[in-house]
Structure formats: C-alpha cells, structure tokens
C-alpha cells in the first residue's frame, strides 16, 4: 500500500494519498494519488487484497508514457469535449488497446451517455447494444434510450411514468405522442457526444 510506480513521479512533486470507500460493498476502498490535486494512479481492494490498479491520463501523451512503462494498463482516460466530461476506461494487453468503457457527462455531471467498446478486425467498434443515452429534465432523469445493433432505437424507458416506456418502431405512430424533434441525439447510438 501507499507506493506507486516510479515512472509516474515526475519532478519531484507532492503526492497526496487519499483513501476512499468504493460503492460496491463494505469490503471495498481504492487508494487514489493525486498530484497537483489530479488523480494519476488508484489501487482498488477487496478484503484489503488488491484486484485492480489504474491509470489515469489526461492527454494522449500522458497514455503513450503509461504504456511505454506498463503495456498491460487500464487507464482511465478524461478530457472535456465543447461542454462535455468524457471518460474512457481503456483496457490494454501488450500494448494494444482491447476494449473501452466511455461515458459522456453535461455541464451538470449527469451521465447523458454511456457505451462499450470492443476490438473487432483490429479497429475498436461501438456495442449499441451496449449502449444507454440518458434525457434529464430539470436535473430528474426522464428517458433512457436503449439501442439494437444497428445502433437504431430500440426502447425508450419513461423514468417518470412507468406504463410511458415506449418501442423505438412505434414512434411516429398516431397513437404516440413522442417524438424526435428535439431528440436528436437520442435517436441513433451515435454519436455519443452531441453536436
């Protein structure tokens, strides 16, 4: 406990050391240091074992140094696009990036999405079926969408009004009073940031 690899020290700066319990039950807590008040490494443990190290990064500079150190990283990955956190959590083995888990949060840190990918013929591919877009309304989450592998809209889940989750072949129907004016983004499972 409370070491980290050394090519991450850099310039002799401060390392803090917080411990944090983590949400998935009493046995859990991670370790997070932190320079410059900027997360850089995490250890997580059950029972007090240690099952999972990561790395954060917050430039591609900063994920090509961790790899040249540690080919087999998971690094948590966070950068802001126009008004958006996004956060990938990308898996690597040998070097090469196998998988990711990225979420999108607003300028309110609501999750508006989050997705999955995986390696298919060498490139990383989106799983809409993987998928979840989340709508809030006045801080409330009202709709999530889910999405079929053509990355076309599957369900829509009314949070709101449990008999309101609605078929994603139904809308446009008369009976249905939803639409996708001003749902845009919510239609398809890309992108997964708004434009």
Not at 75 to 80: D, K, Q, R
Not at 89 to 115: L, M
Not at 116 to 137: A, F, H, P, R, W
Request: hydrophobic letters at 30%; one cysteine or more.
């Amino acid at each position: 406990m409370n070491r980290i690899p050394d090519f991450l020290i850099k310039n002799d700066k401060e390392i803090s050391v917080k411990n944090k319990k983590l949400p998935y039950g009493e046995n859990y807590h991670s370790e997070l240091f932190f320079i410059n008040e900027k997360i850089i490494f995490e250890k997580r443990y059950q029972d007090d074992q240690l099952y999972q190290t990561l790395y954060y990064a917050y430039s591609q500079y900063e994920i090509t140094d961790i790899l040249k150190n540690e080919i087999n990283a998971t690094i948590v990955y966070e950068y802001f696009e126009n008004s958006f956190k996004i956060t990938e959590y990308k898996n690597h083995k040998d070097g090469i990036e196998t998988d990711k888990n990225v979420s999108v949060e607003n300028s309110n840190g609501e999750c508006i999405c989050f997705t999955k990918y995986k390696l298919v013929d060498g490139q990383l591919s989106q799983i809409s079926t993987e998928t979840d877009k989340n709508y809030y309304e006045t801080g409330e989450l009202k709709y999530v969408f889910e999405y079929n592998e053509d990355g076309s809209c599957f369900m829509i889940h009314n949070y709101q009004d449990p008999q309101g989750d609605i078929f994603g072949w139904d809308i446009g129907k008369p009976d249905i009073k939803f639409t996708w004016e001003g749902f845009e983004y919510y239609k398809n499972a890309e992108p997964i940031i708004p434009v």
